[in-house]
């Protein structure tokens, strides 16, 4: 059971993220992250560990943007390494994204093997990741 944080229209909100996970960090204590939008550029820290371990005095600076998602994970799919610590960030042709996820997509494996098939590729071992990659319409 994962914990999920965001925020819009508040400065420092990278700041504010980081206490919403502080306070949900029972929900996960696996790895950590916080993704930030400024209007112009993303940013993103993320690492394995508690949220006080992740981000040390310091590295909430680096995430300037009055827009912010985090997230702390249990994981229930994916291995236990840093490539499946969310946020998740993908850049597209119009523009960045940054995608949180709590949960289980039962049929995970399935569509993974399918869109693998159609020439998708992912980075990641996580189901979340699965969730937002693109699907063709006939």
Known sequence: MCGIFGIEAQDDAANHVYLGLYALQHRGQESTG???WDGARIGLERGMGHVAEVFPAG???RLPGRRAIGHTRYSTS???????AQPIVVRTSMGPIGVVHNGNLTN?????RRL???GSIFQTTSDTEVSRAPTRCS
């Open 34 to 36: 916080i993704v930030t």
């Open 59 to 61: 590295v909430l600076a």
């Open 78 to 84: 994916g291995s236990s390494v840093v490539a499946n």
């Open 108 to 112: 995970a494996v399935a569509i993974r």
């Open 116 to 118: 693998e098939a159609e």
